[in-house]
């Protein structure tokens, strides 16, 4: 059973800091893409920032320069640094990951995280 889990979230103020963990943990073969989205209340679910497996990344413009997005493939756990935090970054954050298991290394499934509650407010 593979399965993804988010850590890291909480109350900041308006400029502060928070770092964004996800593991994934199970019969894990690859992982592939991986990927931090949020859903702020009333919206959309967005793409923050992406990750491949070899670490080309992408981000979303509302978070450049201000969030950096890495990974450690030994660990199978993604990050994501967020810096200079704005209450417009308020949101639930979630990670997905792209991840084939040894009991089907030929398939590819896409993983969700339950979310991480971040909270920009003074």
């Known amino acids: 059973q593979v399965q993804v889990v988010e850590s890291g979230g909480g109350l900041v103020q308006p400029g502060g800091s928070l770092r964004l963990s996800c593991a994934a943990s199970?019969?894990?073969?690859?992982?592939?893409?991986m990927g931090w989205y949020r859903q702020a209340p009333g919206k959309q679910r967005e793409l923050v920032a992406g990750i491949s497996s070899g670490g080309i990344t992408n981000y979303a413009d509302s978070v450049k320069g201000r969030f950096t997005i890495s990974r450690d493939n030994a660990k199978n756990t993604m990050y994501l640094q967020m810096d200079t935090l704005k209450p417009e970054d308020t949101a639930v954050y979630y990670c997905n990951a792209a991840i084939s298991s040894v009991q089907a290394t030929g398939v590819v499934f896409d993983f969700w995280g339950r979310g991480t509650q971040v909270t920009v407010s003074s």
């Open positions: 199970g019969s894990i073969a690859s992982i592939y893409d």
